[in-house]
């Protein structure tokens, strides 16, 4: 169900929104992966404010990630299976 402020910004005029939403949506995985680059940082952040539907996105994204990671168990991989993957993918490169 969408917020009233999301039923708001889509009847809103959209003129240069899509592509700002369109880059935006492609930085939304670095973002939450903390991989995305200081300049993009700024960007995404400064574009969230404004627009509530990135912004949205953004929070569901975080929340997923967060009940995900939340379930998991980190498992201790035997040293010697490492080195054996590590080896196996320097054959094939």
Same mark, same amino acid.
């Given at each position: 169900?969408? +917020?009233?402020?999301?039923?708001? =910004?889509? *009847?809103?005029?959209? $003129?240069?929104?899509? !592509?700002?939403? #369109?880059?935006?949506?492609?930085?939304?995985?670095?973002?939450?992966?903390?991989?995305? +680059?200081?300049?993009?940082?700024? =960007?995404? *952040?400064?574009?969230? $404010?404004?627009?509530? !539907?990135?912004? #949205?996105?953004?929070?569901?994204?975080?929340?997923?990630?967060?009940?995900?990671?939340?379930?998991?168990?980190?498992?201790?991989?035997?040293?010697?299976?490492?080195?054996?993957?590590?080896?196996?993918?320097?054959?094939?490169?």
């Amino acid at each position: 169900m969408e +917020s009233k402020f999301t039923e708001v =910004y889509q *009847n809103a005029p959209a $003129e240069g929104k899509e !592509t700002e939403c #369109e880059k935006v949506s492609l930085l939304l995985d670095l973002m939450i992966d903390g991989e995305a +680059s200081s300049e993009d940082q700024q =960007y995404f *952040n400064s574009h969230i $404010e404004d627009c509530v !539907t990135c912004f #949205e996105s953004h929070q569901k994204q975080k929340l997923l990630k967060g009940l995900v990671s939340g379930h998991l168990k980190r498992v201790i991989v035997p040293e010697s299976l490492a080195h054996l993957i590590k080896a196996k993918i320097q054959e094939t490169v």
